[in-house]
């Protein structure tokens, strides 16, 4: 019984990685990322072009919360290169999740992330 507690104890400590989806792999998305990419394309230039200049800072910034060795996924690109990049991404993919366009936008950048924070005064 001893080692049976000493165990259990030395299993709470283990680290279990979390699944960030359902048993089946799926997920809910808010926000604008719930549009398609043919609805980023209309915004661009509108009023709502923000909301989804908003989604897409606030995505990278939870990424970057939440990824070991991850500074800023963007590395050095500006949010307006990044607009840059959405735009031919969904000009050629318009029926595409908005969602996964940020996907697909971290999967092609990431070997680019910036892994420390450039200044000595980090976050």
Known sequence: ??????ILFLLALVP??????DSKGHFAIWGKGNKSCHSYNIS??????QRFKD????????????????????????LNE??????DYCELKP???????LADFIIENHDKRMKKSPSRYQR
């Not at 661009?44 to 072009?49: H, L, P, S």
């Open 95 to 101: 029926i595409m999740a908005f969602e996964q366009s």
């Open 82 to 87: 990044i607009l840059s990049w959405l735009d």
């Open 1 to 6: 019984m001893k080692y049976l507690s000493s």
């Open 44 to 49: 661009r230039n509108t009023d709502e072009e």
């Open 55 to 78: 989604y897409i800072m606030g995505y990278l910034t939870a990424f970057n919360v939440q990824m070991p060795e991850t500074y800023r996924v963007a590395g050095h690109m500006n």
């Open 16 to 21: 279990i990685q979390s699944q960030a989806a």
